[in-house]
């Protein structure tokens, strides 16, 4: 079974300092990589994701992310961050193999932007 | 389309007490699944379907039950509610294909006391 391991649980930036949220995956075969973001009162909504293909993906709002095999890890980053970007962004995982799409999701990360 | 819907918003039940949560989508989804949302956890997988007719345990079943008669329908039934089922649920499905990716309800707040 796969794990995520996301090792911040709360991260406060002013705005226009750059984001990096760390996450760390546990699987032996091939994955599937989801960043989804929910904003305060709001339902989970998709960021970006990588399959396959180039290892540096981007998302909405400016967010990209960057799957590294060797490390098991696909950290999000963004250049400057908002006030509007305060939300709980978690990671996912899912494997691509069997007729099964279960997502495993990381404990989530709370990022809060000052003005 | 309205994506994915859940009912209702908002719930409070005591201890006992039974309810199902209500989710559908119109977007022909075959895979459907029930998360529970608590704080510092993440999202955990309770039940899941990959059609109508069929469903399976998640990581975190008991206490929950589901069915699925149509693809558009998927509710989750809370058989005797505790205070351990308080808890954000949301809903979700997934397109057919390889991407996975899944499509969220706005999910329910459940209080259990």
């Known amino acids: 079974a796969q794990s995520v391991s996301q090792h911040n649980h709360h991260v406060i930036l002013s705005e226009a300092a750059s984001l990096e949220l760390g996450c760390n995956y546990s699987y032996g075969g091939t994955v599937n990589l989801f960043w989804y973001v929910q904003y305060p009162g709001q339902h989970l909504q998709l960021l970006l994701k990588y399959f396959s293909g180039d290892p540096l993906v981007k998302g909405i709002k400016g967010f990209e992310a960057e799957f590294i095999k060797s490390k098991f890890s696909f950290n999000l980053r963004k250049p400057s961050v908002q006030w509007s970007d305060t939300a709980e962004y978690f990671c996912?995982?899912?494997?691509?193999?069997?007729?099964?799409?279960?997502?495993?999701f990381g404990s989530g990360t709370q990022l809060t932007v000052l003005p | 389309n309205a994506g994915v819907t859940q009912t209702p918003k908002f719930q409070v039940l005591k201890t006992g007490q039974s309810m199902t949560l209500q989710c559908a989508q119109d977007m022909n989804h075959e895979y459907m699944s029930w998360y529970r949302q608590d704080p510092g956890m993440g999202l955990r997988l309770i039940h899941y379907?990959?059609?109508?007719?069929?469903?399976d345990q998640g990581e975190v079943p008991n206490g929950y039950n589901v069915s699925r008669s149509t693809t558009e329908d998927f509710p989750l039934r809370l058989l005797s509610a505790a205070p351990s089922q308080t808890s954000v649920y949301f809903c979700?499905?997934?397109?057919?294909?390889?991407?996975?990716?899944?499509?969220f309800g706005p999910g329910t707040r459940l209080t259990v006391t």
């Open positions: 979700a499905s997934t397109p057919p294909g390889g991407g996975y990716e899944q499509y």
């Open positions: 379907s990959v059609g109508a007719g069929i469903t």
């Open positions: 996912a995982v899912t494997a691509r193999s069997g007729s099964a799409r279960q997502l495993t």
